[in-house]
């Protein structure tokens, strides 16, 4: 099994659509969890991080269900602005000698808002 | 706000060459990455390093090496470039820990011809 399943669509929705998408991960160590966001050609930037009990920031919504081993990410009144790729990200302890975390990334999922 | 910068935004350099590409970093981070991105790839993690002088080698470091003399430096050195090497290259900076956000440069988008 991935350590990370994303759907990369495209998800192509009209402006002001309610839009969601989930991210599974495959490691039940895993403890803290982000979404990122991605313009084409840009670097990838935090959008917002994961919480236990689900949290929100306007518009955008993000919930952790830890049973399922998945969080997923909901906008609502989407904007045209909101066009872009969205990665989730999960980090768990680091193994071996490293003292890291480990840092999984999605490959993306791309979302597409249309007038 | 974290500032993250990479020396150049685009790099075109010819086979056999040596590159060097920079990442420097304003918040007194302890961790710095280097990440290649390629389309349908996603993220891969090249190295890593969690202190000064320190270095881990990431999921892809074949050709590639780094170095860290400095806490808010951190380097990424292709010692003799190839056309397989052509890529958008991301730093990233962090505080460390498990709740400690990356956050990125702006990248290099490096062509070898």
């Known amino acids: 099994r991935k350590e990370v399943e994303q759907d990369p669509g495209p998800f192509n929705v009209p402006e002001g659509a309610t839009v969601a998408f989930n991210c599974t991960y495959s490691n039940s160590a895993s403890q803290s969890f982000f979404w990122y966001r991605q313009d084409c050609r840009k670097e990838p930037k935090l959008l917002m991080s994961v919480y236990s009990s689900g949290n929100e920031d306007g518009r955008f919504t993000a919930q952790l269900n830890r049973a399922s081993q998945y969080i997923s990410l909901l906008i609502r009144d989407s904007k045209l602005s909101d066009s872009a790729t969205y990665l989730c990200v999960f980090f768990s302890s680091g193994d071996g000698d490293s003292s890291a975390s480990k840092i999984i990334f999605g490959s993306g999922t791309r979302l597409s808002i249309r007038p | 706000d974290v500032k993250v910068t990479q020396s150049s935004r685009y790099l075109v350099k010819r086979t056999g060459e040596k590159v060097f590409l920079e990442c420097v970093q304003d918040m007194d981070h302890e961790n710095m990455f280097w990440y290649r991105q390629d389309p349908g790839l996603g993220l891969r993690l090249i190295y890593f390093?969690?202190?000064?002088?320190?270095?881990e080698k990431g999921d892809i470091p074949e050709g590639y090496s780094v170095s860290r003399e400095k806490k808010e430096r951190f380097s990424l050195i292709l010692e003799s470039a190839s056309t397989n090497q052509t890529s958008m290259y991301l730093c990233?900076?962090?505080?460390?820990?498990?709740?400690?956000?990356?956050?990125f440069g702006n990248g290099t988008r490096l062509t070898v011809t």
């Open positions: 390093s969690y202190d000064v002088k320190m270095k």
């Open positions: 990233a900076s962090s505080t460390g820990g498990l709740y400690s956000p990356l956050h």
